[in-house]
């Protein structure tokens, strides 16, 4: 059984950037990614990226989101740029063999770490 920890969240004004890690417990070869999800609205796709480094992104985050992965300390990573209001959820890491705007086979989830923007 693979667990996900995630860091890195908290309080920012809009236009600051923060970074977000997840950690693996032991070494996997699917996907890794982020999902987000506010008060009151449905969970969506954030971004993913594969072992090999190849990354996918949700149209939504328009660039000012990159997605990176550390196969040896088992992690990825979600740097987040000119963070808006929009941008504040809880944002979930999640592990599959497919992760992507359209389809999801999600093996494992994190328990969800909080990202607050202040305009």
């Known amino acids: 059984q693979v667990q996900l920890a995630e860091s890195g969240g908290g309080l920012v004004q809009a236009g600051d950037s923060l970074k977000l890690s997840c950690a693996a417990s032991?070494?996997?070869?699917?996907?890794m990614g982020w999902f987000r999800q506010a008060p009151g609205k449905e969970r969506e796709f954030v971004g993913s990226?594969?072992?090999?480094?190849?990354?996918i992104y949700a149209d939504s985050v328009k660039g000012r989101l990159t997605i990176s992965r550390n196969n040896a300390k088992r992690t990825a990573s979600l740097q987040m740029n000119d963070l808006k209001p929009e941008d504040a959820a809880t944002y979930y890491c999640?592990?599959?063999?497919?992760?992507?705007?359209?389809?999801?086979?999600?093996?494992?989830w994190g328990q969800g770490i909080r990202v607050i923007v202040s305009s």
């Open positions: 032991k070494v996997i070869f699917i996907s």
């Open positions: 990226i594969n072992y090999n480094g190849v990354p």
């Open positions: 999640a592990a599959g063999r497919t992760l992507g705007p359209a389809d999801a086979e999600i093996a494992y």
